[in-house]
């Protein structure tokens, strides 16, 4: 298994602004995925992060909206840039051995 | 591509009774297979997982779960229902070692006293 926690736990934002979350695992992992849920809904996948390459992000989410760095083994980072109200979401982090995928406790982003 | 749907928005069962959800998906290859539950204003977390083997697979909380390959299934049964398993229960297909997951829109889990 995994355990996964991110910072911050919750935020608010104002219109415009940029957001970086973080995330950390307890053990050396490939890859690492970052998810969003909107109010009510079910997960959908932003990236897929990789030490030492490039993210892999899923169709409808561009680099330059969330950048994503990964400068290591068990940590990562999500920027959600120029915030609007429709970024307005849960964020989660997930990560584990061998194809399973265990799950941070989700970053709770307001935009006003 | 893979999919996943949970054909049940919401169900209501009362304490004490069994459970079933539903889950179907679809994939080219063998599947790597969760169930994961989510509970008001908390993350997920994993209850069950099928990779390979034994097609009834058990989980945590007195949870089970059956892969059919016939049926394109992965049906989740616990027993006997607790309130404090009411929650948001979602399905999700994994492509084994690329790891991500698509996931089903999830079944709402309301128990009855």
């Known amino acids: 298994s995994a355990v996964i926690s991110q910072k911050p736990s919750r935020d608010i934002c104002q219109r415009g602004t940029s957001l970086t979350i973080q995330c950390q695992v307890d053990?050396?992992?490939?890859?690492m995925f970052w998810y969003r849920q909107q109010p009510g809904q079910s997960l959908t996948l932003i990236a897929t992060?990789?030490?030492?390459?490039?993210?892999?992000?899923e169709s409808g989410f561009v680099i330059d909206k969330f950048p994503i760095s990964r400068p290591n083994l068990t940590f990562s980072t999500l920027t959600v840039s120029n915030m609007s109200p429709e970024d307005s979401s849960i964020y989660l982090c997930?990560?584990?051995?061998?194809?399973?995928?265990?799950f941070g406790p989700g970053t709770r982003l307001t935009v006003t | 591509a893979q999919s996943v749907t949970q054909p049940d928005i919401h169900i209501t069962v009362s304490e004490g009774a069994s459970l079933e959800l539903r889950c179907n998906y679809s994939?080219?290859?063998?599947?790597?297979l969760f169930w994961y539950v989510q509970s008001p204003g908390q993350g997920l977390q994993l209850l069950l997982k099928?990779?390979?083997?034994?097609?009834l697979v058990q989980g945590i909380k007195g949870f089970e779960a059956e892969f059919k390959r016939s049926q394109s299934s992965f049906n989740l049964r616990k027993p006997s229902v607790h309130w404090s398993d009411a929650a948001e229960y979602f399905c999700?297909?994994?492509?084994?070692?690329?790891?991500?997951?698509?996931f089903g829109d999830g079944t709402t889990l309301t128990v009855k006293p």
């Open positions: 053990s050396q992992v490939t890859m």
């Open positions: 999700a297909v994994g492509a084994g070692n690329a790891g991500k997951s698509t």
């Open positions: 997930s990560a584990g051995p061998d194809g399973e995928q265990y």
């Open positions: 994939y080219g290859a063998t599947p790597y």
């Open positions: 099928y990779f390979s083997g034994d097609t």
């Open positions: 992060a990789n030490q030492g390459s490039e993210a892999t992000y």
